[in-house]
């Protein structure tokens, strides 16, 4: 269902959209034809206060945009956007598109325990909008256009990169380790000792959160089921951790605990 959603977004992207941003383009009032671009130098009036004190000094902006940078965001000062009646009939920012897009894939990695589910499910969405992305290249002679899709590719990839690289990095750690660790102490017992751990700091990476260590241990952590005897993955250890931080798992505490001290 979320791939059609997908489809449906991209899809938005099209020629006539094109066509529509750059004739917007095209009648900004700051738009130099030989320059091809936006471009103005804007002096900014000084500011006073109710006393007439001067707060900021005039100064210079200066605006320079191109048509890929307009299609991506239209907003700029003195822009049309800044017009009320003309903001609600300009067409889409394909920024707009992109965040949407970061937004369905977070919704649903967010779902997700395993972390190898969400890079799976992160890196398929992802080739799946640049499919639709170079499809639409492939069928378009307008050089321009293809420019613009094609950055749009590349700063959706900066923007997923920047929202999910914990995951990516989590992946490319332990990806050449397809084995599972195996535990003979219960999931309670292993919940209690990924705490400790945690407490102690043992456990130690500025950029790997509390749910990324869970995650890690639910896809290559086994505990022993009591009762059969066999390894378990270790899939509720997230809320075994957190009873073992409410104080409601004493008795599994107490047990690792004198499983640890038998041996140190």
């Known amino acids: 269902m979320h791939q059609q959603h997908l489809e449906r977004l991209i899809a938005k992207l ?24 936006i471009y103005g130098v ?30 991506w965001k239209s907003e700029y000062p003195h822009s049309s956007n800044h017009a009320e009646e003309y903001a609600l009939e300009l067409p889409l920012d394909s920024s707009f598109i992109a965040y949407e897009v970061i937004r369905i894939i977070k919704g649903l990695t967010e779902q997700l325990i395993s972390n ?4 799976t499910i992160i890196s398929s969405d992802i080739r799946t909008i640049e499919e639709l992305i170079r499809e639409y290249i492939k069928e378009s002679i307008d050089v321009e256009f293809n420019l613009v899709l094609t950055e749009f590719c590349k700063r959706v990839r900066m923007i997923a990169y920047k929202e999910f690289g914990i995951i990516k990095r989590i992946h490319e750690l332990t990806n050449d380790y397809s084995d599972k660790l195996k535990f003979d102490i219960s999931q309670d017992q292993l919940a209690a000792l990924i705490h400790i751990l945690i407490q102690a700091e ?23 089921n009591q009762k059969t005897g066999t390894y378990t993955p270790a899939k509720d250890l997230g809320k075994k951790l957190s009873k073992v931080r409410n104080g409601e798992a004493d008795t599994a505490v107490a047990r690792l605990k004198d499983k640890l001290k038998a041996v140190i």
Do not use: M
Not at 45 to 63: C, L, R, S
Not at 116 to 119: A, G, I, Q
Not at 203 to 209: A, F, G, M, R, V
């Open 14 to 37: 099209d020629y006539e959209w094109f066509k529509k941003k750059k004739d917007c383009f095209l009648s900004e009032t700051f738009y130099d034809s030989s320059r091809k671009c």
């Open 42 to 71: 804007i002096n900014e009036d000084p500011v006073f206060d109710e006393e007439g004190n001067k707060i900021d000094e005039v100064y210079e902006t200066t605006i320079d945009i191109s048509l890929t940078n307009y299609c």
């Open 116 to 119: 190898h589910e969400k890079h």
């Open 202 to 224: 043992i456990i130690e990476n500025p950029y790997i959160s509390d749910a990324a260590v869970i995650n890690f241990c639910s896809t290559y952590f086994q505990f022993k």
